[in-house]
């Protein structure tokens, strides 16, 4: 079946603009993560959805960054007053489920995006 | 806090040399530790983890808890190798799924 699918798969815009990351998830996946990836660096977590609620937001840096999922499949990533020190790969993840159900040997792998590549000038 | 270091950000071998990638850890908590690979031009996507004890690729990691670290081994490098390895550490509690990944490290087999 289709991977997770991320647009778009670039973005340019300019310092203080309002941008908005979509992320389509793997069928059926109920856990979607979001990391970002800057240049040289190894992918840091953002945001983690269990459904439609965030179940872990401790990786958003600011205020300036929001992350939706309102009907549990389709998570949207809305970064407002975007600066240049946002510029990065913005990664999606989805895995079957997320939290741990006491079988470790049941970690549900995630499976990642190609990412979203954002610009800001 | 949890942290995930990648010392070597670039690794060159000759094809059909051992190669080693070195990855060390700090957790308070039981770590689960992953290995994950991007080809060129591929995404990023899991190559091994340490609970399921497997061998891909020809590839191994062993868990050292005591010296905190997951390095990756291959005994013998073939030139399809050659990629961008992350180590990545995964959370426990209700942050499970969490993963934290290290600098990475960029592998060239050369033929």
């Known amino acids: 079946g289709a991977g997770v699918s991320q647009t778009p798969s670039n973005k340019v815009t300019e310092k203080g603009k309002y941008v908005e990351l979509r992320c389509d998830p793997i069928s059926g996946h109920t856990a979607l993560y979001w990391y970002r990836q800057s240049l040289g660096q190894g992918p840091e977590f953002l945001i983690y959805?269990?459904?439609?609620?965030?179940?872990?937001d401790s990786g958003l840096p600011n205020d300036r960054f929001f992350a939706v999922r309102p009907e549990g499949s389709v998570s949207t990533l809305k970064i407002q007053r975007t600066e240049r020190g946002d510029s990065a790969v913005y990664l999606c993840a989805s895995s079957l489920r997320g939290v741990s159900l006491g079988d470790r040997s049941s970690y549900n792998e995630q499976f990642f995006g190609p990412g979203t590549r954002l610009t800001v000038l | 806090a949890q942290r995930v270091t990648q010392p070597e950000k670039l690794l060159s071998v000759f094809k059909g040399a051992p190669v080693e990638l070195k990855c060390n850890y700090s957790?308070?908590?039981?770590?689960?530790l992953f290995w994950y690979v991007q080809y060129s031009r591929q995404r990023l996507q899991l190559l091994l983890r340490h609970i399921s004890r497997e061998s891909i690729k020809g590839f191994t990691a062993d868990l050292n808890k005591g010296e905190t670290s997951f390095h990756l081994k291959k005994p013998f490098a073939q030139e399809e190798d050659s990629a961008m390895y992350y180590c990545a550490l995964g959370a426990g509690g209700t942050s499970y799924g969490k993963l934290t990944f290290g600098q990475g490290t960029i592998l060239t087999v050369h033929p």
């Open positions: 957790y308070s908590g039981s770590p689960e």
């Open positions: 959805f269990q459904g439609t609620g965030a179940a872990d």
